[in-house]
């Protein structure tokens, strides 16, 4: 067998219990690989529960190491990082919670944040900056304006007052109130992103989330506006489009003007 | 290829519950080693506080990733991330271990162990000949602990990794808990294992805490024992005045502590040049 062929049945095994150990392997062999074959799912358990601490507390320990087990097997890891370990437990914990949304939110709002930690270091966009590169635009040039946001800027609907959530999971963690949180009359946006060096998240209006995703899809900001008006009416999009523009700045979400 | 210096001295580890020691005090230490998977990121606090510790000390990357023994081959991006970080950090040196870590399709994020055959050795080489190319330096290799033996073995490991020193022009990373975990799992002499490497190509040594029991494990939770403390006054009476360090991953104590175990190598290193000299 060459050692291609034995590194696959080696990683394979680590993996399941079922997949077989090579035949000429003695007891011997078989109590060494149980060492490793432990370690791999300590060692992904555990990285998960560094990336998800928060999910893991409203779910529970148990459930939360089932859950990640579960994720592993379904996506075992294939990039050098560990860090990439958890990538897509938000929609792994959808399917496994789907009575309970609010598991798969906060590890979305995780994931992001994570995820927004490490991007590239980049300046936002600040107020002068937005004056400065618009300050020869007609009508025609801000209706075809768009935007390119900081790197890690994310952003989804949440059915659960989310920045409640988070508090109520934090280090002093009221698990009664964090599991009884109702929904939200009405869902809303969650947005995170990279603040300085720290990873933060905060929640807007529906139709905001609704604007910036597709803004950050490319959208124009003609196209961005005409969101806010099938969801407010006319009147009331037309300054909420201003006043949220501004909002996106001060909040450092903004990175340039697209050329 | 470059060759390395050597460099004498007592370092570290850098881990997070220590940041704030390196960031704001000046810490009595010649080095840190970081792990390097853990900076190769595009930005953020992990770069900024190894920037910012750089200023102030000499930096060894270590890497846990970079599977040499992978019959797969190196991954060129993996190659091309760690390159950017030596480019921005200029690393004394870069080491990764004498193990695979992943197949064709999966990682195991784990250190495996590798049969002692030729296949394995014209596989490891080969892959360390391309990172050392991309990487334009020689690398350290490691010792690591390992918990179990393949019967299709041809060499011991120490006869592999003297053979894999000589073929790529590859540096040891002596790591004497390691070499103590395995000879009580495989049952050899740590002292055999010592005489078979090419010992003057040594330019650091990894000392750590390990769980003793019917196979003992590599665990980096707890304070290094006496057998290890011996293997290194063992080792420095023959590799001369290398980097040594105390590697702690889990349980990290107080950094006063591990500073204070650090000076129990140095008392060791001391004793071992007076005996050199005599
Ligand atoms: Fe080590």
Redesign the pocket.
């Known amino acids: 067998m060459s050692l291609a062929a034995r590194q696959s049945q080696f990683i394979l095994a680590l993996m399941s219990d079922d997949a077989p150990l090579p035949e000429t392997w003695q007891e011997r062999q078989r109590k060494g690989y149980e060492v490793y074959r432990n370690a791999y799912r300590a060692r992904l358990i555990a990285a998960l529960e560094e990336t998800y601490p928060r999910t893991a507390r409203l779910v529970g320990d148990e459930a939360f190491r089932a859950a990640a087990a579960h994720h592993l097997i379904t996506y075992p890891p294939t990039s050098w990082t560990l860090d990439d370990a958890g990538r897509g437990f938000a929609l792994t914990v959808e399917t496994l919670f789907p009575r309970d949304p609010e598991v798969a939110e906060l590890a979305w709002i995780e994931w992001a944040m994570q995820t927004a930690f490490t991007t590239r270091d980049t300046r936002p966009l600040d107020g002068s900056g937005l004056v400065a590169a618009t300050a020869s635009f007609g009508d025609e040039a801000w209706q075809d304006l768009r935007l390119r946001f900081v790197p890690g800027l994310a952003v989804r609907q949440v059915g659960h007052d989310c920045m409640e959530l988070w508090h109520l999971l934090g280090d002093e963690a009221d698990l009664r109130a964090a599991r009884a949180l109702p929904p939200l009359s009405e869902a809303q946006g969650c947005v995170v992103w990279r603040e300085g060096l720290r990873a933060t998240f905060t929640m807007i209006d529906a139709a905001e989330a609704r604007t910036l995703e597709a803004m950050i899809e490319d959208a124009s900001y003609d196209a961005a506006c005409d969101i806010l008006i099938a969801a407010m009416g006319e009147e009331r999009a037309l300054s909420f489009a201003g006043a949220m523009l501004a909002r996106w700045i001060a909040n450092g979400w903004v990175g340039a003007i697209a050329p | 290829m470059t060759s390395i210096k050597r460099f004498a001295g007592f370092g570290l580890g850098l881990r997070r519950p220590h940041y704030h020691h390196f960031l704001e005090e000046d810490v009595d230490l010649d080095f840190v080693e970081v792990i390097s998977e853990n900076f190769m990121v595009d930005g953020g606090k992990p770069l900024a506080v190894l920037d910012a510790v750089r200023q102030k000390h000499e930096v060894m990357l270590h890497g846990v990733s970079l599977s040499p023994g992978s019959a797969h081959g190196v991954d060129r991006d993996y190659l091309d991330r760690l390159r950017q970080l030596a480019e921005r950090i200029e690393p004394r040196w870069i080491s990764d271990h004498l193990c695979w870590t992943r197949s064709s399709a999966h990682n195991s994020h784990d250190l495996l162990p590798l049969p002692y055959t030729a296949e394995a050795l014209d596989v490891i080489c080969a892959n360390i000949m391309i990172a050392q190319d991309h990487l334009r330096r020689p690398l350290l290799l490691?010792n690591p602990s390992s918990y179990l033996c393949f019967p299709e073995d041809e060499m011991t490991e120490w006869e592999f990794l003297a053979e894999v020193a000589r073929r790529t022009g590859c540096y040891l990373?002596l790591?004497v808990?390691?070499v103590h975990v395995s000879a009580h799992n495989h049952e050899f002499s740590p002292a055999d294992y010592l005489e078979g490497l090419p010992l003057e190509r040594v330019r650091q040594i990894?000392l750590?805490g390990h769980t003793p029991g019917e196979i003992a494990i590599d665990t980096h939770d707890r304070a290094v024992c006496d057998g290890v403390w011996d293997l290194l006054g063992h080792a420095l009476a023959r590799t001369g005045p290398v980097a040594v360090m105390i590697?702690r991953d889990d349980a990290i104590p107080p950094l006063a502590e591990l500073l204070d175990e650090l000076d129990t190598a140095r008392r060791i290193a001391a004793t071992a040049s007076r005996e050199v000299a005599a």
């Open positions: 490691e990373l790591d808990n390691n990894h750590a590697e």
